[in-house]
């Protein structure tokens, strides 16, 4: 038997085929043309041909050591950059979000204000309170430097009037002394005998009282005194009968009418304190008188010296 022959006409792909068919070729293609580009690695950079050259610092030098180099700091690695296969692009908005952004920023009228630190009221206050305190102190501070600047200036300036007035006063009991004694070869004077000028230095020329050991008084006692060179109107005599001898002295508060206002007998430069003694003592303290002086302190403390003899 001859063969059947298939006179039928060969088949002709339908054009869905062709269409996925191509679609695949070109997925293919593009796939392989990503993955030969992508995972390609750069090429090396190519090395500079040249002459290796030592190291130094001179054009001379001298050995087979290479020395040490000098001690240096280190430079400061800038950080480095991102590779670009790192790098990852930002996502790409859609456009009608880029036009919404866009928008928002030109219609946008007010200022964001910068952040205010809130100050607690309380502190505040107290710190305000604090600053006041301390101006108050140094203005009292100073205030009372001026005071005791003024009161030193005070005290120096009659410090030099008192001097001032001592000085006048010496000079004028000097002349006096003078003009007495002006003609005369005399080299001593008093009563107790011996050489020697008797009486007191605050004492007065024209005195009798001679001070210690001088004639004035019951039975011979002495009385002597020392209020500044201030004169007396009258010393009166301690009124006194008894066996028993020594010096008392009187410390003695005068005003400046010249009246003894207080008597305080047995202080220092006393050779007795029987209790006696110190009574009359006190008592005759307090009858004498001094000259007036409205320049003096208000009270002025000076001394009376009473010496007892026995009878």
């Known amino acids: 038997m001859q063969p059947r022959l298939n006179n039928s006409p060969p088949k002709i792909p339908s054009e869905k085929k062709k269409g996925i068919i191509g679609s695949s070729l070109v997925h293919i293609l593009l796939l392989t043309l990503l993955i030969v580009v992508a995972f390609t690695p750069p090429k090396p950079p190519e090395l500079e041909e040249g002459i290796l050259v030592n190291f130094g610092t001179d054009e001379t030098g001298l050995g087979m050591i290479e020395p040490s180099p000098p001690p ?3 430079d400061a690695v800038p950080p480095s ?13 859609s456009t009608a979000k880029k036009a919404q952004a866009e928008e928002s920023l030109l219609t946008q009228n007010t200022e964001e204000a910068p952040a205010v630190k809130k100050v607690d009221p309380e502190v505040e206050k107290k710190r305000l309170e604090k600053i006041e305190v301390d101006r108050k102190i140094r203005e009292q501070v100073e205030a009372e430097r001026k005071v005791k600047e003024q009161e030193e200036i005070e005290r120096k300036r ?7 007035q001592s000085d006048i006063m010496n000079r004028t009991r000097n002349a006096l002394a003078n003009s007495k004694n002006s003609g005369t070869s005399s ?5 107790a ?5 008797q009486g007191d230095p605050n004492g007065s020329i024209d ?5 210690k050991g001088g004639g004035t008084g019951n039975s011979g006692s002495g009385i002597s005194y020392n209020l500044g060179g201030r004169g007396f109107k009258s010393l009166p005599k301690p009124n006194y009968d008894y066996q028993e001898g020594g010096r008392v002295v009187v410390e003695v508060s005068v005003d400046r009418s010249g009246k003894v206002i207080q008597a305080n007998p047995g202080v220092k430069g006393s050779t007795i304190l029987d209790d006696y ?9 307090l009858k004498a008188t001094f000259n007036p002086k409205a320049d003096a302190p208000p009270v002025q403390k000076g001394t009376i010296t ?6």
């Open 72 to 74: 240096s700091k280190q």
């Open 81 to 93: 950059s991102p590779s670009k296969q790192d790098a990852v692009p930002p996502p790409k908005q």
């Open 158 to 164: 009659v410090e030099a009037e008192q001097k001032r």
């Open 187 to 191: 080299t001593s004077e008093g009563v």
């Open 193 to 197: 005998g011996g050489a020697g000028n």
């Open 207 to 211: 005195s009798k009282n001679r001070g």
């Open 277 to 285: 003694l110190l009574k009359v003592a006190k008592e005759a303290a």
């Open 306 to 311: 009473y010496n007892f003899v026995l009878k």
